[in-house]
């Protein structure tokens, strides 16, 4: 299985790889070279945005390492790739702080850009 996937890869990048996870992949073509509102972070999303920060406060990733931090972004657990099924379902979101977001996030990504997990 590995060594089909791997092979895969290079003709299917990612899309494959990550099914046994719920997603689609972090693509990084989609988003670069767009505005947040093109991306889909339009006012719907800010007004989302906000009232899900007001019920989830504190940074999860923080909050795992036993510290409490206040939560300043919405993160997409999966990588939505503009599909709106990812993009709206809290249950794919999680509070992050902007310092995690920023660092652990992008690690993730590139981790899972790797790795293909
Ligand atoms: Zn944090």
């Known amino acids: 299985m590995e060594c089909g996937v791997a092979r895969l890869k290079t003709l299917r990048p990612r899309l494959v790889l990550q099914s046994n996870r719920l997603t689609v992949a972090a693509e990084p073509s989609w988003r670069s070279g767009k505005t947040s509102t093109q991306r ?11 009232r899900y920060l007001l019920d989830n406060p504190l ?5 795992r390492k036993g510290m409490t931090t206040a939560a300043s972004v919405v993160d997409h657990i999966v990588a939505h790739q ?4 990812l993009f709206w379902n809290q249950a794919n979101w999680q509070a992050l702080c902007k310092p995690c977001h920023d660092s652990e996030k992008q ?5 899972a850009g790797q790795r293909g997990r």
């Open 40 to 50: 889909g972070y339009g006012y719907r999303w800010q007004q989302a945005r906000e």
């Open 107 to 111: 690690r993730e990504e590139a981790a």
């Open 59 to 63: 940074c999860v990733y923080c909050a």
């Open 82 to 85: 503009g599909n709106p099924d």
